[in-house]
């Protein structure tokens, strides 16, 4: 199994191609570590910190910038079971984020204080998925 925290070059490089002037809604799938790994030296290192709990430190410290950006979470929900996929596929926890445009999400992963809070979620996430959609019309069906 290959396991994803970080975009490849190519994945940013499409995403980056991609409109920057209009809404976006970017899936979260999180899967934590056991226990967080943080980097020698780093403050938290060795604190004995679950995954979850360091994920929550990541929100804690770049919740603020999220939002300062104009970012909202739109629908949160802990994972229960695969219906339709993979057996082996599993995720603790999911939230879709939106932001009023990909400059804002640039605008946040390049704040220095950003690059200060994703190590913690480096260090609790054992594999993640992150996915663009356009926001579209709700509707009545599917």
Do not use: C
């Not at 770049?62 to 104009?70: E, H, K, L, T, Y």
């Amino acid at each position: 199994m290959t396991n994803y925290i970080d975009p490849s070059r190519a994945n940013f490089e499409a995403f980056k191609a991609l409109p920057r002037d209009e809404p976006i809604h970017m899936l979260n799938l999180l899967l934590y570590r056991d226990k967080a790994e943080y980097p020698e030296g780093h403050e938290h290192h060795g604190n004995g910190w679950s995954g979850r709990r360091a994920y929550e430190e990541y929100g804690k410290t770049s919740g603020p910038i999220f939002r300062r950006v104009g970012g909202s979470i739109v629908w949160r929900g802990a994972f229960q079971t695969m219906v339709t996929g993979p057996d082996d596929m599993r995720w603790h926890d999911g939230f879709v984020a939106e932001y009023p445009n990909s400059g804002a999400f640039f605008e946040m992963i390049t704040d220095p204080e950003y690059q200060k809070a994703v190590v913690n979620r480096t260090a609790a996430l054992v594999d993640s998925r992150l996915v663009r959609f356009a926001p579209g019309d709700a509707g009545d069906g599917f």
